[in-house]
């Protein structure tokens, strides 16, 4: 067993979507994207670290492998291999860069090492027009290239399928036995038909069935839970994130009645946050809902700190604290539910593995201790994120929880800077209101923006309103766009949307007498202020 198959301790898709893809991950920085390109197209695909035990891949019953890309060279020392069972199986393959290398090597082909890396955009020029894999595409690609090594001689039975500038075999296949390879890496945006290849392997070189939607996940995973929890009771934190909020949707869903969720408003939440929460999940869903307003435990607790670090440290603790002793009153509740997401699962297995290529540190959303005794119930497991929030559509969730923008554990006591006092949230709340107002009217707060907030600042500041002198705290506006939050870039917002937020800013909230506007990327700066 390997550290990674935590990865994959269930399916989600044994039953109906038994017969989908599997992807063995060789380290590609890009093996998640082809998870989600192959889904797009409406089909399941799962990722397995490529020395996973073979039983377990093959429990998925796949129709078909994707071997991705990954840093290694064939000729590496401990260089990862090509599992028997991938050949064995008789599904067809297809092997991205390394994974195409893998394929030459295992078959008897040649693959020699090259002195330097190709990287970046390149065309490619498709020679088997008439190929199932480039099926309805035009014969000149636009694609991205990542490689060091190269094919020189094709395994028998192969033959060369498209032409590089620098390689006679950017694409190349065994049509009788349905193996392809490409050198390029189809998954990402920069080769702009390379979803339509994916497509083209695992709708018709594969024979899956487009059933992979909203609809058929909300049945797949409402089966999984009424499996695994039966009539158990189950009890879930609502925090106001996307991911908690379709997580109740679909337990609700699911097992109805035997769920509780548990909202704590620690007071650090955004304008209407709580109302919202109360009404969307109490009122609307009728779901069994505790809220609780700690607001004046957390903030007493929080009085006179302004270090950041101990600012999340106390209220890490209290939240812990405070969610437990409700969870305790709720008598035998067998099963803590979380929203955990794919993503989180896949960083976490390969942060765990030696040697990983990727390593991230996650913040924890409102992170329980481990030794709480319940069982976990994680019926987003095995969802991209933009499957999260179809799924919450679909569910009946309003647009404004499913595309809130990430919000963190802690809250706006990230954003207060210094004293966190009930008036000065609230003179936070107010402005971040009003800049998130102004950018839902320019349309930027779904696209556009990533994450866009306000922060209060512990700085007076002289001005004048009026014939008065004024002295009084500065706001800053911060908005970002990025891919995957590590790092960022500001958002070039339009000068009419910021003038217009911050006059209304100055006008409207009491105490803000400045606002500016934070054009620090990520790196060196971080999304929150602290
Ligand atoms: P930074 O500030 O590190 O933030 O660039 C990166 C992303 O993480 C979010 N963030 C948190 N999320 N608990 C969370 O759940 C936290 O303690 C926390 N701190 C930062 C931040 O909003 C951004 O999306």
Redesign the pocket.
Known sequence: MTQHSALNTQHLATSTHGGGIVILDYGSQYTQLIARRVRESGVYAELFHWDTDADQVLALEPRGIILSGGPNSVYDESAPTLPAYVLKSGVPVLGICYGMQLLTQALGGKVVGAQEREYGPAGVEVAATDSPLFKELPTHLDVWMSHGDRIESLPQGWQSLAQSGNSPFAAMGDTTKQRYGVQFHPEVSHTPLGTAILRNFVIDICGCAANWNAASIIEESVARVRDQVGSGRVVLGLSG?VDSAVAAALLNRAIGDQLTCIFVNHGLMRKDEPEQIINTFGAQFGINLVAVDATETFLGALEGVTDPERK?KIIGELFVRTFEAEANKLGDVEFLAQGTIYPDVIESAAKDRPGAHRIKTH????GLPEDMKFKLVEPLRYLFKDEVRKVGTELGLPDEIVWRQ?????GLA?RCLGDITWERLETLRAADAIFREELENAGMLRTGT??AFAVLLPVKSVGVMGDNRTYEEVIALRAVTTDD??T?DWARLPYDLLARASSRIVNEVRGVNRVTYDITS?PP??????
């Open positions: 994130g999340r913040h924890n959303v409102g990430p919000f963190p554990g802690p990230v990533s994450q939050f590590m960022a990520k700066g971080t999304i929150e202020w602290e």
